[in-house]
């Protein structure tokens, strides 16, 4: 089963140090029944980009958590076996956590397939949009607009082997 897994550059750059993307259970988004049904689409693909994208809100999610990671979203594409990552029954009927499983155990870097991460011109868009997020979930049209506006931004595939370059800024700032 592929697994498209939520973090930000400073996460990747751990994950690249350790191996591993976490020791789990790790949040992530699959093409689950519930995101079937609410995507309305048979065709993989399409169905797998909505889970990205839902991983994509994650990374969001954790950039507004942390104020001094880079602003881009990171999404880790990873192939698990099946029946290690289930949805979430607590979560189940909740719109917000549609695609959302649970991956039990520990999640090596080198399972990953790819990894997908904003270009450097989507920083500004996507700072806004994590400055907004608490507000846009309470409901403010604008915030959510501004959330749209990071949607707006595709982001870029790199080859796992190319998580080096991606990381080495974050990792010299580190050694500071």
Do not use: C
Not at 31 to 53: C, F, G, H, K, Q
Not at 74 to 99: F, I, N, Q, T
Not at 133 to 138: H, I, T, V
């Amino acid at each position: 089963m592929r697994v498209y897994v939520p973090l930000t550059l400073p996460g990747l750059a751990e994950a690249h140090k350790t191996g591993e993307l976490g020791t789990g259970p790790l949040v992530a988004y699959a093409v689950t029944p519930a995101l079937r049904e609410w995507y309305l689409s048979d065709d993989i693909e399409e169905l797998e980009y909505a889970a990205l994208s839902r991983a994509a809100l994650a990374s969001l999610r954790l950039l507004a958590a942390d104020p001094d990671a880079v602003r881009r979203r990171v999404v880790v594409a990873v192939d698990v076996p099946d029946g290690v990552a289930e949805a979430g029954p607590d979560r189940g009927s909740d719109p917000s956590a549609l695609g959302e499983v649970r991956v039990a155990g520990a999640v090596r870097l080198a399972k990953a397939a790819a990894v997908h991460v904003d270009a450097d011109d989507a920083e500004r868009d996507v700072a806004a949009a994590a400055g907004a997020l608490e507000a846009a979930d309470g409901g403010d049209d604008d915030a959510q607009f501004l959330v749209d506006e990071a949607d707006d931004h595709e982001l870029l595939w790199f080859a796992t082997q190319e998580i080096p370059n991606l990381v080495v800024g974050v990792q010299e700032a580190g050694r500071r």
